[in-house]
């Protein structure tokens, strides 16, 4: 079966870290751009961040830029999102997202008229004051 998985969510003080996993199933996770996106109440989906298929050049949107990282496992078929110095407005469903056929800018959107073939089903992070 092809699909996403996404895990590592939780509660946590503000100040604390979570690490996020997106473990993929079916398909080489590798070959692919994967981006990692979050959800907040009454709010639109927002970019996180992002790792490129080509290179894997990392970018973050400047809200976690300097807290957050993203990093790719090859043997564990995985993309990690080590989130650091957490605040409250971080709170979120946190989703990850791939594409084997194109690639992000630097702003995480996809080059050409592409969507991503896959998501996953999310994971809540929920950060205390």
């Known amino acids: 079966q092809v699909r996403l998985v996404e895990s590592g969510g939780g509660v946590v003080q503000a100040g604390g870290s979570l690490r996020l996993s997106c473990a993929a199933s079916?398909?080489?996770?590798?070959?692919?751009?994967v981006g990692w996106f979050r959800q907040a109440p009454g709010k639109e989906r927002e970019v996180v961040s992002c790792?490129?298929?080509?290179?894997?050049?990392?970018y973050y949107t400047n809200s976690v830029k300097g807290r957050f990282t993203i990093s790719r496992d090859n043997a564990k078929n995985t993309v990690y999102l080590q989130m650091n110095s957490l605040k409250p407005e971080d709170t979120a469903v946190y989703y990850c997202?791939?594409?084997?056929?194109?690639?992000?800018?630097?702003?995480?959107?996809?080059?050409?008229?592409?969507?991503?073939?896959?998501w996953g089903r999310g994971t809540q992070v929920t950060v205390s004051s």
């Open positions: 997202a791939s594409v084997a056929d194109s690639d992000y800018d630097r702003e995480c959107q996809l080059v050409g008229f592409y969507e991503h073939d896959y």
């Open positions: 790792v490129s298929s080509s290179d894997s050049t990392s």
């Open positions: 079916g398909f080489i996770l590798d070959d692919s751009a």
